[in-house]
């Protein structure tokens, strides 16, 4: 954490140290560790929940946490994080919450999107609607919305994927992206990309991607 011009460190969240960080909507800080998930207050750590979870975005309805098996709702003031959308069997990478109200997962199976009813307490057994494949598509590892409504979707293994409607386009080695390695991606709120990778941070526009200097 940050102190005057300095940092220090404070308490670890668990063994394995931070794996992402996030935030409420009344802008505390979330913590989310291998040990599970803390909420920052201050100076101090508050544990929130207690297990194994790859990612996290809080809804309405509480806080999501994606894990290796599907998803998880932990609400209100408890400690027990219930499953929710029970036929998604997949790990959960990234999630997304849409301007639609939709929940996007990013999985092991690809994106998968989740309509807005998926939480109400009449439809909990309510079906994730899974995107036919991309050719050649893997691991969906990223997940970023622009402002047109479209979704990015960055694989491990096969580049980057812009969904809009029943439109889908790719962007590999010819758009100036590599094809494997894509860690975030990252809408710049004026019609560009960022896209982080194992190789660089690449800067995209209208389609191509250019490697910033420095960040190889």
């Not at 491990?156 to 809009?164: C, T, Y």
Request: with cysteine; aromatic share 6%.
């Amino acid at each position: 954490v940050r102190a005057g011009e300095g940092f220090r460190a404070l308490r670890a969240p668990g063994p394995g140290g931070v794996r992402r960080l996030g935030a409420r909507r009344d802008g505390t800080p979330l913590v989310l560790g291998f040990g599970g998930l803390f909420a920052l207050e201050g100076d101090e750590l508050t544990r929130l929940w207690s297990g194994n979870a790859l990612c996290m975005v809080e809804s309405e309805h509480g806080i999501l946490l994606g894990n290796g098996r599907g998803l998880r709702l932990l609400a209100g003031t408890g400690t027990d994080a219930r499953e929710v959308v029970p036929s998604l069997r997949s790990a959960v990478h990234a999630l997304l919450l849409a301007h639609d109200g939709a929940l996007w997962a990013g999985t092991d199976l690809g994106p998968v999107r989740v309509e807005r009813a998926w939480l109400e307490e009449d439809a909990r057994a309510a079906s994730a609607v899974q995107l036919p494949p991309s050719p050649g598509a893997r691991s969906a590892r990223t997940l970023c919305e622009d402002r047109e409504g479209g979704l990015w979707v960055g694989y491990s293994e096969s580049g980057l994927l812009r969904l809009r409607a029943a439109e889908v386009n790719a962007y590999r080695g010819e758009s100036g992206l590599p094809s494997r390695g894509i860690t975030t991606v990252l809408g710049d709120g004026r019609g560009g990309l960022f896209v982080g990778t194992t190789s660089g941070l690449y800067r995209g526009r209208s389609g191509k991607f250019t490697l910033l200097e420095g960040s190889a």
